[in-house]
């Protein structure tokens, strides 16, 4: 199973709500990623976990907090977004990290619209 | 901090035709990566590539890694319409774990 899962498909929330982002793998790759891309730009690097620790925080404002409850999960927790925060958010897991750099294999996403 | 910038940002190829993106970074990199995103999709891996001159071959695309490590390059011969979609480079800096992209070429094809 060479599958990353992400729920839900499609989020519109307001600018007061909480939501989460859920993200799986089943693959045993201790490294997972979450990334926000933007139409027509690159994905771009939020947080990266490995063997459940946060390792790399790109400086995300506080108001995106990650969750990594076991080697196959990976949550977003969203709270008091803003309109700019509107993206496609994408999970991504390797088998590990390290400058050998094995490949991601990307969720397909969660495309959230903040109102 | 570490640019990967590719070019053209843009191509719009003829089905048929062959056509090449360039990916250059501002540092050495350790490796270089390449995926794909289709419209609506999301990024599918493509390859990787790790040593000096390193070239690979997928079908109808050609993988390079320049020299010094700092560059790289795609090329596809015989475009098809399956060939749509957004390239992006990808590479790890040396001693670094994360992963920066280029900002793609959007490619369009021409039936």
């Known amino acids: 199973d060479t599958e990353v899962t992400q729920t839900p498909k499609h989020l519109v929330m307001g600018m007061t709500n909480k939501k989460s982002l859920k993200c799986e793998q089943h693959?045993?790759?201790?490294?997972m990623y979450w990334y926000k891309q933007k139409a027509k730009k690159p994905p771009e690097l939020m947080f990266v976990?490995?063997?459940?620790?946060?390792?790399i925080n790109e400086s995300v404002p506080s108001r995106f907090s990650p969750e990594c409850p076991n080697s196959s999960l990976l949550n977003l927790h969203l709270h008091a977004l803003q309109p700019e925060d509107s993206a496609l958010y994408l999970c991504?897991?390797?088998?590990?990290?390290?400058?050998?750099?094995?490949?991601?294999?990307f969720g397909p996403g969660t495309r959230l619209t903040v109102t | 901090g570490q640019q990967v910038m590719q070019i053209p940002q843009y191509q719009h190829v003829q089905e048929g035709e062959d056509f090449t993106t360039y990916c250059n970074s501002s540092?050495?990199?350790?490796?270089i990566q390449w995926y794909k995103q289709r419209p609506g999709g999301h990024p599918v891996f493509l390859i990787q590539?790790?040593?000096?001159?390193e070239v690979k071959k997928q079908k109808r695309l050609t993988f390079q890694f320049g020299e010094a490590k700092k560059n790289s390059s795609l090329h596809i011969t015989a475009t098809q319409t399956t060939d749509v979609g957004t390239y992006f480079c990808?590479?790890?800096?040396?001693?670094?774990?994360?992963?920066?992209f280029g900002g793609g070429t959007r490619v369009l094809v021409k039936p």
């Open positions: 590539l790790v040593k000096s001159g």
């Open positions: 991504a897991s390797s088998r590990s990290l390290g400058t050998s750099g094995y490949e991601q294999y």
């Open positions: 990808a590479g790890h800096k040396a001693a670094g774990n994360k992963l920066t």
């Open positions: 976990y490995s063997y459940e620790k946060l390792s």
């Open positions: 693959m045993g790759h201790r490294a």
């Open positions: 540092t050495t990199l350790s490796n």
